[in-house]
């Protein structure tokens, strides 16, 4: 994955359930807006996205 990454060809990891470590590798700040404004009390899919676990903390 390291030498994909380095000749930018990015692979998504489908053995993890977080959009971070999937692939992303960032916190997608309009994703999170988004997230917030539909889903104010988490319900929908806990735990996938980190940025949401860690933006009260």
């Known amino acids: ?3 994909h990454e380095s000749v930018d ?3 998504f990891n489908p053995h ?3 959009l971070e470590e999937g692939g992303r590798k960032t916190v997608d ?3 999170l807006n988004f997230k917030e404004r ?3 009390a988490g ?3 806990p ?3 980190k940025a949401w676990l ?3 903390s």
């Open 47 to 49: 735990r996938k996205m």
């Open 54 to 56: 860690e933006r009260r």
């Open 16 to 18: 993890t359930y977080s």
């Open 38 to 40: 539909v889903d104010p």
């Open 1 to 3: 994955m390291a030498y």
């Open 9 to 11: 060809a990015y692979i």
């Open 29 to 31: 700040i309009q994703h």
């Open 43 to 45: 319900l929908l899919n």
